[in-house]
């Protein structure tokens, strides 16, 4: 059973910067793909970043694209957000999703991945 945990939410102030950390438990690290995606108050689940099994392939949403970095680091199963000038409309609960299977259809799509951590706050105040 593939496990997901998050870390590295927060309080900040705009323009600050946080890395969010998602480890990974559980199952074949490199058979999966993992994103993140958020969640604003009120508002439905949105896609952020995705990262391919061996890292080599990222993509990002427009709203992100310049300011959010995903990275991996295999050896320690752990999957990055590096996010930087940070906005108040950034503010939500962030997930990381795992899927085994690469970058291609469907990979901003929650629906698509199987497993999900239990999310962690990040709020950006004005």
């Known amino acids: 059973q593939v496990q997901l945990a998050e870390s590295g939410g927060g309080l900040v102030q705009d323009g600050d910067s946080l890395r969010l950390s998602c480890v990974v438990s559980g199952g074949t690290y490199s058979d999966y793909s993992v994103g993140w995606f958020r969640q604003a108050s009120g508002k439905e689940r949105e896609f952020v970043a995705t990262i391919g099994q061996s890292g080599g392939s990222t993509y990002s949403a427009d709203s992100v694209k310049g300011r959010f970095t995903i990275s991996r680091d295999n050896g320690k199963r752990t999957v990055y957000l590096r996010m930087n000038s940070l906005r108040p409309e950034d503010t939500a609960v962030y997930y990381c999703?795992?899927?085994?299977?690469?970058?291609?259809?469907?990979?901003?799509?929650?629906?698509?991945?199987?497993?999900w951590g239990q999310g962690t706050q990040v709020t950006v105040a004005s």
């Open positions: 999703a795992a899927r085994r299977t690469g970058l291609g259809a469907s990979v901003s799509a929650a629906a698509s991945y199987d497993y």
